[in-house]
């Protein structure tokens, strides 16, 4: 039975991205629900257009429709945008004096590329595709972020934030990473949103569509299979049998098929609702229940022994930001392990403290008791950025020049602190800008120098291992961390798909080289703070560089403490879950 009640009746709902697919049926929802409706956008033409059509086709009052032009991604238009709505100016004539619903809907499909094929910069940009990496996570993380720095000081307490990701932020996805890591980046800012804002009375829930039924999803799941090499229809199947629910369709029959728009939109009305009154920081999936784990996580248990490493004639590149002496103690312990070791720093004064710490005696060759060197020679340092790409293939072909191969990368954060603050709301400008450049762009970016790299100088080992470190703990909660893990994760899970598909295409091989696999994993330090941290990371990296052992889960924690844990005997970690 319908109620006369409409849910959302007298509230004020801003809705970015609002005549795009999904956003187009969550305004007419809303609409119908009562709400007035703020869309925006980009093009003030589609705009106007859109609001006339809405207004003629709904049947509502026009000052219940109001169009608003502005890019999510410039936070200067954004405020500007938001106190318009607010206090009234020349697309809002009448002021709405308050934001009671937010939906961060507007995004865009990131370039559709492999990995090593992912644009950087603007020349490198090809049809279809209109993006670079690092406008798909300004348009992606930063429109969302953006809007909710700007809207929140004006949502009153019971407002309600609703996040649009996507269930591919949490699965493999070929060919998709500039979209699908961002997006598990927006999964992590949520939580930690909501964490902030349900202080003030504010709640913060994220929608995961599914694939949408949709012309669009059939033909891009088809460019993905060409990708892949695979038969026509094999991505399509693949997530149909993830979803546990069959529906009725017109026919009457009982079919598996994608969830709709508007499946999408009612679970929007319901979160804008005050139905939802009791939920924030949760993740409503509507996709007929597919089955996709939230994290792919384990813990490690205790230290592991080093006796049995030896990475004789293997060449580990090191890829720090700026910690310095982070990076010397891995560099020391990989020695130690007989490895070659290159360090490159992104930040030219680490570089410069870098080569002063070297020539410290501690640093030094050192010999056991038969003489035989137990360190290689000392770490090389070099200058590596991923933001200047090409200077960056450029120092990975020096390497190469001079040690014939890099076999494993480990890769540590493009800064050894993120943000001065744990706030994600009162945070200065430049601080988000700069953390989604250097760390989401700067870390897809390092990936695919990598990538190339291994693509181009196949080193004929069998498979190139990639360690993420993350940063320690912060002491202020890691919030931005978080966010950097969530997109490292799913960067890696796409990126070990890709590579496992792209081993065996023989499209994707150079003449007559079979290319090596990648196997990334990532180690998570934040959850400990003890000062065994660094130790206990630094010998995990070794095992995990000097060993063929492939953990399948991807993100490896410290446990929250080493002390008791030292010396226990057992394979070294354990489970949460088996595959």
């Known amino acids: 039975m319908m109620s006369t009640v409409r849910r959302l009746e007298g509230k004020v709902a801003l809705i970015t991205g609002g005549a795009g697919n999904i956003g187009e049926v969550i305004t007419r929802r809303f609409l119908a629900e009562g709400a007035t409706v703020v869309i925006t956008g980009r093009n003030a033409e589609k705009l106007a257009v859109y609001r006339r059509r809405l207004i003629d086709e709904e049947r509502v009052a026009p000052e219940r429709v109001v169009a608003l032009r502005m890019d999510g991604s410039d936070i200067a238009q954004v405020r500007a945008g938001v106190a318009q709505i607010v206090h009234g100016g020349t697309d809002v004539p009448i002021p709405l004096h308050r934001i009671d619903i937010l939906v961060n809907n507007a995004g865009s499909a990131g370039p559709r590329r492999r990995l090593v094929d992912i644009p950087l910069e603007p020349s490198e940009v090809q049809p279809p595709d209109s993006e670079t990496l690092a406008q798909a996570v300004g348009n992606l993380v930063g429109i969302t972020w953006n809007l909710t720095r700007a809207a929140a000081p004006h949502m009153p307490s019971g407002s309600s934030v609703i996040n649009i990701s996507t269930i591919f932020s949490r699965t493999d996805y070929y060919g998709r990473i500039a979209y699908v890591a961002p997006k598990a980046a927006l999964n992590a800012l949520s939580d930690g949103l909501a964490r902030e804002l349900g202080v003030r009375g504010i709640r913060v829930n994220t929608i995961y569509p599914g694939p949408i039924e949709s012309e669009r999803i059939y033909t891009m799941f088809q460019a993905m299979d060409a990708l892949k090499g695979q038969p026509e229809g094999d991505t399509a199947s693949g997530f149909l049998r993830m979803m546990r629910l069959s529906r009725i369709d017109q026919n009457g029959e009982v079919v598996k098929r994608f969830p709709s728009p508007v499946d999408v939109a009612n679970t929007a009305v319901f979160l804008a609702s005050d139905e939802s009154a009791a939920f924030t920081g949760h993740a409503f999936e509507v996709t007929h229940g597919m089955e996709v784990p939230t994290e792919s996580r384990t813990t490690f248990v205790s230290r592991p022994g080093l006796r049995s490493v030896d990475a004789t004639g293997k060449v580990i590149l090191i890829c ?27 930040d030219p004064r680490a570089l410069e403290k870098a080569s002063v710490l070297l020539r410290e005696p501690r640093h030094a060759l050192a010999a056991d ?20 790409p090409r200077a960056a293939a450029q120092t990975l072909e020096q390497i190469h020049a001079e040690l014939g191969a890099i076999h494993h990368a480990v890769v ?22 700069r953390f989604l450049h250097q760390e989401l762009v700067g870390t897809i970016a390092l990936a695919r120098e990598l990538a190339r790299f291994w693509e181009e100088y196949p080193s004929g080992s069998s498979m190139h291992r990639v360690l993420f470190v993350s940063n320690p703990d912060d002491q202020q909660g890691n919030q931005y961390s978080h966010i950097l893990r969530a997109a490292v994760e799913q960067l890696v899970r796409v990126w070990r798909h890709e590579s496992e598909y792209d081993s065996v295409n023989p499209a994707h091989q150079q003449e007559g080289q079979s290319s090596a696999a990648v196997w990334a994993n990532q180690l998570i330090r934040y959850v400990n703070n003890e000062m065994a941290n660094l130790d206990f990371t630094c010998a995990w990296v070794a095992k995990l560089l000097g060993s063929d052992r492939r953990i399948a889960e991807i993100n490896l924690y410290l446990p929250e403490e080493i002390v008791g844990t030292i010396g226990v005997h057992n394979p070294g970690f354990h489970h949460h879950h088996h595959h």
Not at 320 to 328: E, P, W
């Open 320 to 346: 720090a930001g700026d910690q310095v002496d982070d990076a010397v103690a891995l560099a020391d312990t990989l020695r130690s392990c007989r490895a070659t070791v290159v360090i490159g720093f992104r």
């Open 369 to 388: 008791m038969y003489g035989r060197p137990t360190m290689t020679a000392e770490a090389r340092l070099v200058r590596l950025d991923p933001l200047d």
């Open 412 to 433: 540590l954060p493009g800064q050894s602190r993120h943000a001065p603050s744990a706030s994600l709301i009162e945070v200065d400008d430049q601080v988000v800008e």
